[in-house]
């Protein structure tokens, strides 16, 4: 596309953008914020209700990755899940991830809709320089949080090996397994881990041509983070997936099929 056939301006700095819908687009630009915005908010009725519901779905050594670790202290509401100890933390990482700001506010706020088309005006959202989109700043902190849920979560997946005195393989178990390899994946091709093991290296090799120290796993994390987009949506998808087989195996034991 040539600059010539954009249809809006820039504004200045000290012009509001307004909302023009025009564009020399001919696609269906507005499909993928209208998908995003369905299935985020999907997603949030179905966590919320699971973290209210008070139902932590165990069965065996499987655990819902909704209620891990289960927390369990006595003396609480009975309204009060296990899961309200936990959700925070891997929801502040998910809602101030990089990727997931830039879909969300495509989604929910329209800044912008969609590239070249014209932007909304509206008072909802002002930037990330005020509250509460000031604490998106937080995401780097929210990553030292997120971690340690995912070492628990490979420890509850693979303690479904090894129980009641044998070694035991299911579908479910590699369930848990396929969804704690897309947690970590996404986890782990995160901005801030990137910017963690690589912000600090001024320069690829050192005088001497060898890599400098942290090089290779800042390029590991990069292989990573260039797919983030596909490990967040895969990762988001597989832990109500793997929740919901949980809850179905809870009803019906006969669901989870073993292999040996």
């Known amino acids: 596309m040539t600059q010539s056939q954009l249809s809006t301006s820039v504004p200045s700095s000290n ?4 909302y023009t819908g025009n564009t020399s687009r001919k696609d269906n630009w507005w499909a ?17 209700g699971r973290a209210f519901e008070n139902n932590y779905f165990e069965v065996g050594p499987y ?7 289960l927390v369990q202290i006595p003396g609480m509401p009975a309204w009060f899940s296990p899961a309200l ?5 891997p929801l502040a990482f998910r809602a101030t991830c990089y990727y997931y700001r830039k879909a969300y506010y495509r989604a929910y706020f ?9 932007v909304f005006k509206g008072k909802g959202y002002e930037g990330e320089y005020k509250f509460p989109f000031v604490l998106q700043n937080l995401h780097r902190y929210a990553f030292y949080f997120a971690v340690p849920i995912i070492g628990i979560l490979w420890y509850d997946a ?13 579908v479910l178990t590699l369930v848990m397994l396929f969804n704690v390899i897309l947690l970590s994946g996404y986890t782990f091709g995160c901005h801030a881990y990137r910017h963690l093991v690589g912000g600090g290296l001024d320069c690829f090799t050192c005088k001497d041509g060898t890599p400098k120290r942290g090089f290779k796993m800042w390029h590991a994390v990069t292989k990573l983070n260039e797919r983030h987009m596909q490990w967040a949506w895969a990762s988001l998808l597989s832990v109500a997936a793997t929740d919901m087989y949980i809850r179905f195996t809870v009803i019906d034991p006969s669901l989870d099929f073993k292999i040996f």
């Open 110 to 118: 329209a800044s912008p809709p969609a590239c070249t088309v014209g």
């Open 32 to 48: 993928e914020p209208a998908l995003v915005a369905f299935v985020f908010t999907l997603f949030g009725i179905y966590a919320t």
């Open 158 to 170: 693979l303690k479904t090996l090894y129980y009641d005195g044998g070694f035991h393989m299911s």
């Open 63 to 69: 655990l819902s990755p909704f209620y891990s670790p």
């Open 85 to 89: 100890w936990i959700l925070p933390f």
């Open 15 to 18: 012009e509001a953008p307004a």
